[in-house]
Each structure stands twice: as structure tokens, then as C-alpha cells.
């Protein structure tokens, strides 16, 4: 099998890649279910299920995507389902389906409730199919106050709060703690084994499997899997990674922290609603952003980052953003994979 035939074709990928955001805003109910599926979401895992019924959809956890070495409490999955929430009631909105999305009392799903309407664009629905998560290095542009106040109003949500950080030198403070804690990640063979299991080294791969970090949308070449699994094991490290994701910060033009109001599965969902909101409002203001999540995910790291916010509770998110390029879109699996 020639090299191609190994790591596939990025024609192919992008062909891929645009034919799921095509047409999102058609009648199709499924259509709305696939606007869901293009939310944020940890790794790419998509953890969710989507049950449609008369006139609602529920969403639902998909426990056998989790990945419980950097995420054992399934928190960025809950994070997850919110993020889902937010973009599957705008589409939902946009294609004549007005509702409201309630959270179950025990936190363990969503129901989107709705009734026919006319079909209705919301200020946020085109952005849902230009949203990514764009790791790489910004062009270190600031962010005019009146769109960062744009940014605030669109996360504004009850249970939710966000702490945007502008200053350099808070910049920096919060790159060192993304650096440490990545360290701890990259020396935990256990959490590296899991992340091997979710990256896709090549368009072959990526496109079979619809899920996953693929690499070309980190910049990244594409390998042949077995090459990419053994570069994974002799090339990368702390000290490489960690320059790199410290370049990265500092070419950003501010990092966003969401923090809910506790430790609950309801407010990590609304966590998720409120960042899926800023996500797509910076994509409406040309921003790209990515997750640098690394010192919330490491225990140790969290009072640490709660402290140079000035809080006392547990910071749920973080994420970087500033003007950059645009990268490979990442792929989803198909709906029917995910309708319960």
C-alpha cells in the first residue's frame, strides 16, 4: 500500500468536513441534531445521545466515550452536553422549532422542548458551522473593549461566570500553570495512553472513525497510525509541548475562565451552555480560540488558577483566543450514530 493509501487524502477529509456543516439551517429535524453534534467537546470524544421525540429532543450522556484519566469525575462531559445544548437550541430556533432546554433536577440530561414556529435566524446560528478549536499560534492582535464586552454578555448565563484576563502579565501567569500542569499530564502513562487512543494521526483515520484529535487540525503532518503512535512515544515530550503551548498563549490576545457556582452536574452543564455561547460569539467577531484546560485537569493545579482569579471555587474551563488561522475542521460522527 503506496503513502497515500496509508494516511488518506486531505481532499477527501475536507470534502468530509464540509459536506457536515452544509445546509444546516434545512427543516430536518436530524439537521438540527447535526448542528448539535458540531458543539465543543473534550477531545472530540462526543459524548453524547440524542433521543427525538414529538416535540422534544433529549440529549444524553454516552458513558462509554468517557475518558476518565483526564476527566474521572466526567466532568468536561457534562461540560460537553451543555455545549451541545446551547447549539442545538439555536438551530432548533433558526429552523422553526422555538423551545427552551431544561436541565434534569439530578443533572444527568438536557430535554428540548418545543412548538412550530416560523423558521427564525438567531444572532449565533450561522457561527455554528465556522466554530473550531484552532490550535495554533495567533498573530497577538488585542481585542477591542467593545467586542470583549460583546463576549461578556454572550456567556452572561445564571450559574455560569467568566473571567476574562487581558493583562500580560496575568497572561503569563496562567501560560506557566498550563505548562506545569501539562508536564504532569505528559508524565502520566496512564493519561497518555488514553490520549494515543483518541488521536488520529491521518485523513484515512479520521475520516473511519469521525471522531478524535486529528492532527493536520493541529497543524500537525499526517503518519501512517503505526508511525504517529511510535512518533508519540519517542518525539514528544514536556519540554517541546510545553514550548509550544507557551507560544501559543502568548500569542493570544486573552484567556477566558469559566467557573460554575458548584461541583454539580447542573453546573457544569450550564458551563458548558455559557462557553458554547462565547465560542460562537467570537467566531462572529473573527476570533479563534482553543482550550487549554491543563490546570483544571490536574487537581493540584486548580487552587493555583482559583487563586490568581481571586475565587475559592473550582475553575471548569480555559480557553485561549485572539486572531489566527483557520485549520482543518474537525468531523463528527453521522446522526444516526447518536440518536438514542
Keep these: 500500500m503506496g503513502w ?3 494516511v488518506g487524502s486531505m481532499a477527501e477529509y475536507d470534502a468530509c468536513a464540509a459536506q457536515l456543516r452544509a445546509d444546516l439551517m434545512q427543516s430536518d429535524i436530524h439537521d438540527v441534531v447535526r448542528s448539535a453534534t458540531l458543539a465543543a467537546n473534550s477531545h472530540n470524544t462526543q459524548p453524547w445521545r440524542f433521543h427525538v421525540g414529538d416535540r422534544t ?4 450522556p454516552d458513558f462509554s466515550r468517557r475518558t476518565p ?3 474521572p469525575d466526567d466532568h468536561h462531559l457534562f461540560v460537553s452536553l451543555g455545549c451541545a445544548a446551547t447549539n442545538l437550541a439555536l438551530a432548533a430556533a433558526a429552523s422553526g422549532r422555538p423551545g427552551e432546554c431544561t436541565i434534569a433536577p439530578d443533572g444527568s440530561s438536557l430535554s428540548y422542548q418545543f412548538v412550530s414556529g416560523s423558521p427564525k435566524p438567531q444572532p449565533l446560528s450561522a457561527a455554528i458551522c465556522r466554530r ?3 490550535r495554533a ?6 481585542v477591542a473593549n467593545a467586542d470583549l464586552n460583546l463576549l461578556r454578555d454572550a456567556a452572561a448565563l445564571a450559574g455560569a461566570n467568566l473571567v476574562l484576563i487581558i493583562a500580560r502579565a496575568q497572561i503569563s501567569k496562567v501560560r506557566d500553570l498550563v505548562v506545569a ?4 499530564q505528559m508524565a502520566d502513562p496512564i493519561f497518555m495512553r488514553e490520549l494515543k487512543r483518541w488521536l488520529r494521526f491521518n485523513a484515512r483515520s479520521a475520516i473511519a472513525f469521525g471522531d478524535g484529535l486529528f492532527s493536520a487540525a493541529s497543524g500537525n503532518p499526517s503518519l501512517p497510525t503505526l508511525l504517529g503512535d511510535i512518533a508519540v512515544d519517542q518525539l514528544l515530550n514536556s519540554r517541546s509541548e510545553g514550548d509550544k503551548y507557551a507560544r501559543q498563549i502568548d500569542s493570544s490576545a486573552g484567556i477566558a475562565i469559566f467557573v460554575g457556582d458548584d461541583e454539580s452536574r447542573d453546573s457544569w452543564i450550564r458551563v458548558g451552555q455559557a462557553c458554547q455561547r462565547f465560542a460562537l460569539a ?20 486548580r487552587a493555583e488558577l482559583a487563586g490568581l482569579i481571586g475565587t475559592r471555587k473550582r475553575p471548569d474551563l480555559v480557553l485561549r483566543f485572539g486572531y489566527g488561522p483557520v485549520l482543518p475542521y474537525s468531523l463528527r460522527r453521522p446522526v444516526a450514530s447518536v440518536l438514542a
Design 4 to 6: 497515500r493509501g496509508l
Design 69 to 71: 484519566a483526564v476527566d
Design 132 to 134: 473550531q478549536s484552532t
Design 137 to 142: 499560534e495567533y498573530d497577538g492582535r488585542s
Design 282 to 301: 467570537a467566531t462572529t467577531l473573527g476570533l479563534k480560540l482553543a482550550f487549554v484546560n491543563q490546570p483544571v485537569e490536574v487537581a493540584r493545579w
Design 181 to 184: 500542569a501539562n508536564s504532569d
Design 57 to 60: 429532543i433529549d440529549i444524553l
